[in-house]
């Protein structure tokens, strides 16, 4: 009998113990936290004041991951070289691409001539084209509660699936989070509709999908720390110009030293803005009322 009761309370307590799950960035730490509450122990490879485009995994890091039920992907370019490696690591993991169902924008802008020549040289640069067509696409799309939605609902199915016994919470969880994006989709159409100047100069193209839903325009200076051409940065600067722009946004993560010379030839002051912050709601409230002050 005392055998069959220790049976039934290491059942009961593999039932309700608390799963792991990884994540790479703050965002969807976020994400995953309003969806599972305390239901799951959430670890973040980028920590607050890394660079997301040249992170690489502490061994320490690697060790934790070994615990982890999920991994949710989001399309960085470290994730590219590194899921394999993390699937050796935890064989039991289950990879999730938080990104599905999401039509992806290209980073376009002073790199355009770039996509010029290739189509000069079509027929011999077809398959390398392709393989790096991925690495156009802008990752960012933490960054519009609208799509914020989707990667949300991804990962309320692929915690449902991994720990079934929590599905009731999880499923209400997303159903509220939901309701929040769509209120702070309202708020922020509403702020930024009031924009005579629906143009913003940043250094990063972070912002390409918070753009796009509001009807701004995203002026940027660097693509995937690609510094423009000498004639490129003379448009990009000349472009600043004429639309008037009071400010360079500029991530934390960032050096400062180039921005400040862009910004100093066009004649204004730099801004830091952190689209890699946790809180998603307060951060994009946030830019909408630095817009509305400039």
Not at 138 to 157: E, N, Y
Request: hydrophobic share 40%; glycine share 4%; proline share 4%.
């Amino acid at each position: 009998m005392f055998r069959i009761i220790i049976f039934i309370c290491f059942g009961i307590f593999a039932l309700y113990a608390k799963g792991t799950v990884t994540v790479s960035i703050l965002p969807q730490q976020y994400m995953v936290e309003k969806i599972a509450g305390d239901t799951v122990d959430v670890l973040t490879m980028v920590s607050p004041n890394a660079n997301h485009e040249t992170y690489e995994p502490k061994p320490s890091q690697m060790k934790l991951l070994a615990k982890s039920d999920i991994y949710f992907a989001i399309g960085l370019p470290f994730e590219k070289a590194w899921l394999d490696k993390f699937i050796a690591v935890s064989p039991k993991i289950s990879i999730v691409d938080v990104g599905v169902g999401i039509e992806k924008i290209e980073l376009i802008g002073h790199n355009h001539e770039h996509h010029d020549e290739h189509a000069d040289h079509e027929d011999e640069d077809d398959v390398e084209h392709d393989a790096n067509h991925d690495d156009e696409l802008d990752p960012h799309i933490w960054l519009d509660p609208a799509l914020i939605k989707v990667q949300s609902k991804t990962i309320a199915d692929a915690l449902s699936l991994k720990y079934p016994q929590n599905t009731a919470l999880y499923t209400k969880n997303y159903e509220n989070f939901a309701k929040e994006m769509d209120k702070l989709d309202t708020k922020l159409s509403k702020k930024l509709d009031a924009l005579k100047n629906r143009s913003f100069f940043v250094f990063h193209p972070s912002w390409g999908y918070f753009a796009k839903r509001y009807g701004l325009e995203q002026i940027f200076v660097e693509v995937e720390g690609k510094e423009p051409k000498a004639a490129e940065l003379i448009e990009i600067v000349k472009k600043a110009k004429t639309k008037n722009i009071k400010a360079l946004l500029i991530e934390p993560q960032i050096s400062e030293r180039n921005a400040k010379i862009v910004a100093d030839e066009v004649g204004i002051k730099l801004i830091k803005v952190d689209p890699m912050k946790k809180d998603l709601s307060k951060n994009l409230d946030e830019l909408a009322d630095i817009l509305l002050g400039l």
